[in-house]
């Protein structure tokens, strides 16, 4: 199934489970409403389910998409591109912080090349499927051509229906490279209509003037390319990463399979405004795993109506508030499927 028969086969959450779902939190044993967001959580993932209860996840998992971006040559990252192999080979070991809250989630990490600047060797864990060796530098011309685009969302469709056939039945979807807070920026003003300077963020660290230069840079590709949020393919085209695209390509896989995916950081959040542009059924399928720092994830995450679960302070990406944020996920189904009622406790109801 490619992308466009993934996004003819997304269906609206199923209202019915979700109002079961919220009758249900109404006869277990506690005080209406006691258990706060979890409640509306387990109704939304009944509806996901198309039943109440929901199956408690059992197999979570997190793909990381992996891409280089040519607009790093205009100085708006504090990093150098070579990192992102680097830290991709820091995945593969399991030494980054994606790794270690992934075992304590017991979920598995996929790492998918998508247009890494540098080959990387074949490694356990690795999908390579490299679209090109980076993005070009979108200040000057298109970040890639349409037929890119769409393959940039069929590998992240294929990469995650591989995963959903072996069991896979909660998702995080993680990225990295070097440079791509400046894609996601000029998405999320793209998609909230907000100015690059609202949106623009410091990424892995930019001081201030840096950042308004970097600002300047989106504002003047924007204003080169003139995408719109009406057309998200040819939005991703001009100024997106082979890894975003992916990562909207994997929410719109899941979406089909009705499977929930926990959205993490800014970057992640700009890969899902992509993916609800092309497919506005997926938002039904999307949890928000917590807001960043930078400026322009609170802009995403309310345009896309996600209230996230935590606020940590976090701006590091690989999908690490995603996978925290699991830990919640498991917790509301648990507690719909596994609390009994007041007529199964034999407790009174209206109680205090």
Known sequence: MG????????????????????????????????????????AQL???????????PQRPEVIIFAGDHGVVAQGVSAFPPEVTPQMVLNFLRGGAAINVLARQLGATVTVVDAGVAVELPPTPGLVRAKIAAG???????????????????????????????????????????????????????????????????????????????????????????????????????????????????????????RVPVVVDGFIATAGALLAVGLCPGVRDYLIGGHCSQEPGHRAALQALRLEPLLDLGLRLGEGTGAVLACHLVIAAARLLAEMATFAEAGVAAGHE
């Not at 993934?6 to 044993?29: E, F, H, I």
């Not at 009944?46 to 408690?56: K, R, S």
């Not at 069929?154 to 807070?181: P, S, W, Y």
Request: hydrophobic content about 50%; glycine content about 12%; charged content about 15%.
């Open 3 to 42: 992308w466009q028969e993934c996004v003819a086969a997304v269906r609206p959450g199923d209202s019915a489970a979700v109002a079961a779902a919220l009758a249900r939190q109404d006869r277990l044993t506690k005080p209406p409403g006691s258990l706060g967001r979890l409640e509306a959580l387990s």
């Open 46 to 56: 009944a509806g996901i389910a198309g039943g109440c209860p929901a199956p408690v």
């Open 135 to 257: 993005t070009a530098d979108f200040s000057q011309q298109p970040a890639m051509t349409v037929d890119q685009a769409q393959a940039a969302l069929e590998l992240g469709v294929r990469v995650t229906q591989e995963r959903l056939a072996a069991g896979c039945d909660l998702l995080a979807c993680g990225e990295m490279g070097i440079g791509n807070t400046t894609p996601a920026a000029a998405i999320t003003a793209v998609c909230t209509g907000r100015s690059p300077q609202e949106v623009t963020g410091p990424g892995t660290g930019l001081a201030a003037p840096a950042v308004q230069h970097k600002a300047a840079v989106i504002a003047a590709a924007l204003r080169l390319h003139g995408p719109t949020a009406a057309a998200p393919l040819e939005l991703l085209a001009a100024v997106g990463g082979f890894e975003l695209g992916a990562l909207a390509g994997a929410l719109l896989a899941a979406a089909a399979a």
